[in-house]
């Protein structure tokens, strides 16, 4: 009985994961996505067409969701079944005597079915999970913005109101523009947005549920413009618009993510969510008026300012794409989008340069 159940286990993973292979391999268009097709044929030349993508951007399907993150999660539910948080897979390989072990063996099989069936679960959950998901990480998102406040009350002054002024006439226009964009097409009011500036030690921006961003001042160095600053608080706004903060939820469910060995699968997961945090961020820049090439420029300087990883070892120490990976991919979104931003009439260009 016990080896029927195995098969039948076995049966229906393989053939769920073959069905999610299908999906990525072969997309149905529906009836209501065949005038995206008609606009991607066309290019991104206008508004309409940038707004679809925009859309597709935030709101992945599960043929994309397989297609991009597919290897990696099923992989990494393997391994963090194999190994885990308590490394039980190397303990009963070792008490075992080896791998032609019997034991081993009927482990190892239950552990990479099992491992399979949740990397393959972890996508569905990404794609149809993540708003409730979401709604489970504000508790924790809360404390983490509240704790950041709090360290920055304790250990920085509070900047004079002259400062406080020239920040407000520096950031808000950007901060508006991106807000009505977003409002217009998501049907999220420009009022929910919180964006909060910081001083602190790197150049970086945070974002979490609940519609929350911070700016650590020393990323202003680096924007050095309004487009630039609008290239930033937009990808953390593509953050909170795809709630990458309830998928990341869900991987803590699905992938023992403690496991070291499982750590270049979970990475990879989450490096594919910065980019797509960084193609939303440029439709956005773009849909709000700024010129969406500084994107490039900003990763670039980002580059000269933090340095580069090889890939290979930023693959393990890192939830972030290299800056070199950033810079390539923001420099083909921009130069699809050239035409359109040339056509606007309503360009702002790089906006007022950062000079405080």
């Known amino acids: 009985m016990r080896r029927f159940v195995s098969k039948f286990i076995f049966c229906f993973i393989f053939c769920f994961i073959l069905f999610l292979a299908s999906i990525a391999a072969y997309p149905d268009v529906p009836i209501e996505h ?6 991607e044929a066309i290019g991104l030349n206008s508004e309409e067409s940038i707004i679809f993508k925009l859309r597709n951007s935030v709101n992945r399907g599960l043929s994309d969701e397989v297609s991009r993150t597919g290897l990696a999660s099923i992989t990494g539910g393997i391994v963090g079944s194999v190994f885990g948080f308590s ?18 063996i009927n482990f190892l099989s239950g552990a ?61 226009p950007v901060a508006t523009r991106l807000k009505t964009v977003v409002e217009q097409i998501f049907q999220i009011p420009a009022s929910s947005w919180s964006i909060t500036t910081m001083a602190g030690a790197s150049p970086n921006a945070v974002s979490g549920t609940g519609y929350k961003i911070i700016l650590y001042s020393p990323i202003f160095s680096i924007t050095q413009n309004q487009a630039g600053l609008s290239c930033v608080i937009a990808h953390e706004m593509g953050h909170v618009l795809a709630k990458h903060s309830g998928q990341s939820v869900l991987d803590f469910l699905f992938f023992q993510k403690w496991g070291i060995a499982s750590i270049p699968f979970t990475n990879a997961i989450s490096q594919e969510r910065e980019q797509q945090a960084d193609e939303t961020g440029i439709y956005l820049t773009a849909l709000a008026g700024y010129d969406p090439s500084e994107c490039v420029r900003l990763w670039r300087r980002m580059s000269a300012a933090t340095g580069n990883v090889r890939p290979i070892v930023n693959m393990f120490i890192s939830t972030h794409p290299t800056n070199a990976a950033r810079f390539d991919e923001m420099k083909k979104l921009s130069n699809q989008l050239k ?3 040339s056509s606007k009439p309503d360009a702002l260009g790089l906006g007022i340069e950062y000079q405080l």
């Open 34 to 39: 065949q005038a995206e097709s008609t606009l």
């Open 87 to 104: 490394w039980y897979g190397l303990w009963t390989f070792l008490d075992s005597g080896g791998a032609s072990n019997l034991v081993y």
């Open 112 to 172: 990479i079915l099992k491992g399979a069936l949740l990397g393959a679960l972890s996508m569905v959950s990404r794609v149809y999970l993540r708003s409730p998901a979401d709604f489970v990480a504000w508790p924790y998102v809360w404390y983490e913005i509240t704790k950041e406040k709090i360290k920055h009350w304790v250990v920085y002054d509070k900047p004079t109101p002259e400062i406080q002024q020239d920040m407000s006439v520096y950031i808000d």
């Open 339 to 341: 035409g359109y931003y």
